[in-house]
């Protein structure tokens, strides 16, 4: 809909106090569209106003789920700037995500320009410092339409924002509440390693029966051995072991690239001279040696497991001090409390 004025109307900014991680629709979202048979492949894009796509409905992501989408955020400081959150990772995460579904890489000098445009001209939903974040969701999909099963020529690239809250509200924030699933959340070989969105689709079914039951969410073991700790539904994970060693499963074919990951393992080493070792973990080891356990993500930031129910048995980690101190560091430097040593912040004027 259109004010009498041609431009579209102003989007309501949401109560700043009632933030939840959930989509308050903003002013302006990005659009690239890219074609394989060009030189270049994808334009420059445009900036345009956030609103319904139009599309065909035999699009193959519709059909195939060629698509890979991210996840990043800006927050603002307490006076007042607006800092975004190591967007080159999530750039160069995008690329490897669209390679292995079979779509072109995405520049990502535009991916950085785009990002830090749009949340530019979304200035006013920004949340206040201590509100919340500002989200950003790009997504990429193959929309030409097609029948036949095979790779796509015509895809596109969108990136719009939105204000959030914290992902949980109801178990945190003392922490969540997991039960361990003997299955893979992907297949082995599979797209475990890519944003690919087929790898969230079909743990919405399987978490939403252990919700029902009071959990917060999932904790899956590796697809091959059935024992090796990977991820949860949308998030990594890390133990902390009695002796104070921090563990993370290896990046592999099951385990996602995280920038919250890498973050965490990059404070923990070079700013609180912890000693993290990315091995795989089997469950034994967590029931045995865990003092604590929590899980790291854009969207989840790091959370504290605050127990697993693992073959009917029930296991609490009631300690948090490293995951909270790993937590003031990473959050410290996302909204300008702390120095920045390794230059992750870049600043939205
Ligand atoms: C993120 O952490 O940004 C994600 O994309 C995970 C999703 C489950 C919200």
Redesign the pocket.
């Known amino acids: 809909m259109s004010t009498a004025t041609g431009s579209p109307p102003q989007k309501t900014l949401p109560n700043w106090d009632q933030l939840t991680?959930s989509l308050t629709e903003t002013d302006v979202m990005f659009r690239s569209c890219g074609d394989k048979r060009r030189d270049p492949v994808w334009d420059r894009g445009e900036y345009v106003p956030f609103t319904d796509v139009r599309i065909s409905p035999a699009a193959a992501f519709f059909s195939y789920g060629l698509g890979v989408?991210?996840?990043?955020k800006a927050q603002r400081t307490a006076d007042g700037r607006v800092l975004l959150f190591r967007p080159e990772e999530n750039a160069k995460r995008l690329q490897r995500s669209a390679e292995r579904l079979s779509m072109p890489p995405f520049p990502s000098d535009l991916f950085v320009e785009a990002c830090v445009e749009v949340v530019r001209r979304n200035l006013r939903f920004v949340p206040p410092a201590g509100k919340g974040s500002f989200?950003l969701?790009p997504i990429q999909h193959a929309i030409e339409p097609k029948l036949g099963l095979g790779p796509s020529n015509l895809f596109w690239v969108i990136i719009f924002g939105s204000p959030v809250g914290a992902?949980f509200t109801a178990g945190a924030p003392r922490g969540v509440r997991l039960q361990v699933l003997e299955q893979g959340r992907v297949a082995p070989g599979g797209t475990g390693y890519a944003?690919a969105m087929g790898n969230?689709a079909g743990g919405i079914y399987v978490a939403s029966k252990w919700k029902e039951r009071g959990f917060d969410d999932v904790l899956y073991l590796d697809a091959r051995h059935e024992r090796f700790v990977t991820e949860t539904?949308?998030?990594n994970v890390f133990l902390v072991r009695k002796d104070g060693v921090l563990v993370t499963p290896p990046l592999d074919d099951q385990i996602l690239p995280?920038v919250?990951r890498d973050s965490t393992i990059q404070a923990a080493r070079k700013v609180l001279g912890i000693q993290v070792d990315e091995r795989p973990l089997p469950v034994e080891e967590v029931l045995s040696e865990g003092e604590e356990l929590f899980c790291t993500?854009?969207?989840?930031t790091l959370q504290s497991v605050r127990e697993i129910v693992y073959r009917e048995r029930a296991h609490a980690f009631p300690a948090e001090s490293t995951r909270k101190a790993l937590l003031d560091v990473i959050r410290g430097i996302q909204t300008g409390t702390r120095e920045d040593p390794f230059r992750w912040t870049r600043e939205v004027r």
């Open positions: 991680f989408f991210e996840g990043l989200y969701r992902y944003k969230y539904s949308g998030s995280g919250t993500g854009t969207a989840w």
